[in-house]
């Protein structure tokens, strides 16, 4: 799983829930910050695997869309994780 945060101030907020942050958006005054992030994380993991023989929908893993922190409260952030179909 990758836990991503639209900006800095979310990414401690998680931290301090003792969530580790893999993705923290670097333009985080709109969400396609985050999306850019995760396209580079994604396709930075790509290019370190070997290629194989079968795409990960074969293999059975969904790919992500995304996942994002839609508010903030005293307690915690909201959090929407949104799956993407085939």
Known sequence: MVVAAQGPVIADGVRRLDIEVNVVGARFSSFH??????????????????????????????????????????????WLAVKCSP
């Open 33 to 78: 910050g985050v999306l850019d992030a995760l396209a580079s994380m994604r396709s930075s993991a790509a290019s370190r695997s070997p290629p194989t023989s079968r795409s990960s929908l074969e293999n059975g893993v969904m790919p992500w869309c995304a996942v994002r922190s839609s508010a903030w409260c005293a307690a915690a952030p909201a």
